[in-house]
């Protein structure tokens, strides 16, 4: 009987560690995402690109390669970890093995690849922008758009997970 009970008691401390570490994961991924720019354009660190530099001219710049290469490489590992994990056969042993931790194990090897991810990005500042926004009135307007739509993806994300079963997608309920 003080086994089952030991037992639990470890199995409901590796749930609430899980639940921590992929709510924080979460959290940082928000800050990334979202407030990365911002934090950016405010501490006046290196501009995040350059106007005047031709596509064809930065991709023979081996900063802007690598910095290519690193981003896909941590993208395609994310891709792989998410695909992997998901395929059947790979389910079901992960099953066979964990059992009721089948779950929280998805959720932490999610949560540890988006920490890597997050934490090895390199920003490509040598490349030309994507798009600049320099004239009146898009110089209002465009920020005041994108801020808009930006706030309303989150606040989508965030009512999907209400309606979602949130105590399973972080790896508690089993």
Same mark, same amino acid.
């Given at each position: 009987?003080?086994? &089952?009970?030991?037992?639990? #008691? ?10 921590? @570490? =992929? @709510?924080?994961?979460?959290?940082? @991924? ?24 031709? #596509?064809? &001219? ?10 290519? =290469? =690193? ?16 395929? /059947? ?52 307007? /465009? ?10 993806? #989150? ?6 997970? =209400? ?12």
């Amino acid at each position: 009987m003080a086994s &089952v009970t030991a037992r639990n #008691w470890a199995l409901c401390a590796v749930s609430v560690l899980n639940v921590l @570490f =992929v @709510f924080i994961s979460g959290a940082d @991924f928000i800050r990334f995402v979202s407030f990365r720019p911002i934090y950016h354009n405010i501490t006046g660190e290196t501009t995040l690109c350059q106007d005047s530099i031709p #596509w064809s &001219v930065a991709l023979k710049n081996s900063s802007v390669l690598w910095s290519l =290469v =690193v981003d896909l490489s941590l993208l395609a590992l994310f891709t792989a970890q998410h695909s992997l994990l998901a395929w /059947f056969p790979v389910k079901q042993a992960l099953q066979s093995m964990l059992g009721a931790l089948n779950r929280t194990a998805y959720c932490f090897t999610t949560a540890l690849v988006l920490q890597i991810l997050m934490r090895y990005w390199q920003p490509v500042t040598g490349a030309p922008c994507l798009w600049s926004v320099r004239h009146a009135p898009w110089s209002i307007w /465009f920020p005041l758009l994108c801020f808009a739509l930006h706030f309303l993806c #989150w606040a989508i994300i965030c009512s999907i997970l =209400v309606i979602f079963d949130y105590p399973e997608l972080l790896g508690i309920k089993q």
